[in-house]
């Protein structure tokens, strides 16, 4: 955290609007992956803070991130963002924004920022190329709509944590870990990390539904970064996301935003390939069912295959794809399975009813923890790939 983003996040966002006091047994689970916790209050600093270059103003960024928390159920975290706002004395229309949420906006610019994070937040199967385009055409420079995307897909990913770790805190203290889950985490533990860019092949592919578990490419709808162009800072965090980052449009777009794409890679390195707690593999599965339940077919397939690579099956895969509300090979995957659906449609609904079902089947609470965040994370990434850009299937033949 730099000096000039002390206003924006002086203390831990998630464990203050959650409620999660220290020496709670919720916060001691939460700090179990307390680079998850450092990465996500990053991601907020980078986005929100005053020296942010670029044409979307801090005053513009916190009263969109107060709407979509208005908008999902979440009142404390919009209060946040309004709170934030209060001192920047913001234009008229931006203050209207958030003193009048779903009011007419006169302002072109601000209607057509304000119509983009609403239908992305909302909705993001029903977004479009249009839909995007509609940004540089309003005045938004490709940065600054990269921005945008990222802090509306952020914010859906901070709500679920707030909402996630609330009803973790409801449900209360499990005690010990289960014997197995104890076992498992350790053995976990003991393995080493290999990347999913260098796992084994899967092997015939799934296709269900407009769904499959084969490789897919994904084409953006705006100007990619120039690896040969790139600066030192763009350099660094496209060693830091992905060993392919260079030949992926999804990270060159995304790298007009470098410190923004290093917090968000941190975050999704550190809930995605973390030691110990839940598989890799049930990780895999939560990812897998938000992405069926948003419609965003390139998640879904990358995450297919991962669990295939990982769990030498595919089973709960088609299953997923199929009717992901009832998928599930035994008790632990159904849980999984219900508590991401239902923390991906109603967030602010979400309790400890949809976590006792986890804690029933074994789970310890880390392992719910690792559950939450990595159905929180793909709210996120699916808002990206569905609205930034489109997947490319191979061609026939």
Request: charged fraction near 15%.
């Amino acid at each position: 955290m730099t000096a000039t983003d002390t206003s924006i996040a002086a203390h831990d966002t998630i464990d203050h609007i959650a409620g999660l006091a220290p020496g709670g047994a919720a916060h001691a689970v939460r700090h179990q992956r307390d680079k998850v916790a450092t990465a996500t209050q990053g991601c907020e600093d980078a986005l929100f803070g005053p020296g942010l270059p670029g044409g979307l103003s801090q005053a513009e960024r916190l009263a969109v991130a107060h709407d979509i928390a208005h908008a999902s159920g979440l009142p404390a975290l919009a209060e946040h963002y309004r709170a934030a706002l209060q001192p920047l004395h913001a234009a008229p229309a931006v203050q209207a924004l958030v003193d009048a949420p779903g009011a007419a906006i006169a302002d072109a610019r601000l209607q057509a920022i304000v119509h983009f994070a609403r239908t992305l937040a909302a909705h993001p199967a029903e977004s479009d190329q249009a839909a995007l385009l509609a940004l540089p055409a309003a005045g938004l420079s490709v940065p600054d709509t990269v921005l945008l995307a990222q802090l509306i897909g952020f914010v859906t990913y901070q709500l679920r944590v707030v909402a996630g770790v609330a009803a973790l805190a409801q449900l209360g203290d499990a005690g010990a870990a289960a014997p197995a889950a104890a076992a498992a985490a350790q053995a976990a533990d003991a393995a080493p990390f290999v990347h999913p860019a260098n796992l084994p092949a899967p092997g015939e592919p799934l296709r269900v539904n407009g769904y499959t578990s084969e490789t897919l490419g994904w084409k953006a709808w705006l100007p990619v970064l120039d690896p040969a162009a790139a600066t030192p800072e763009q350099n660094a965090v496209l060693d830091l996301s992905h060993p392919k980052a260079r030949t992926s449009d999804f990270y060159l777009l995304l790298a007009h935003q470098p410190r923004v794409l290093s917090e968000r890679s941190q975050a999704f390195n550190a809930i995605m390939y973390a030691p110990g707690g839940l598989s890799r593999a049930e990780r895999e599965v939560a990812s897998t069912v938000v992405s069926r339940v948003n419609g965003c077919v390139y998640c879904a397939s990358v995450h297919a295959q991962r669990f295939e690579q990982l769990a030498k099956r595919n089973d709960v895969m088609a299953q997923i794809f199929t009717e992901p509300d009832t998928a599930g090979a035994n008790a632990r995957e159904r849980a999984i399975v219900q508590a991401s659906a239902a923390l991906t449609r109603t967030p602010g609904a979400f309790g400890a009813q949809h976590l006792q079902p986890l804690r029933d089947a074994g789970l310890s609470d880390l392992e719910i923890l690792d559950a939450l965040h990595a159905a929180a994370l793909f709210a996120w990434a699916n808002r990206l790939m569905l609205n930034l850009g489109e997947a490319v299937f191979p061609q026939a033949g």
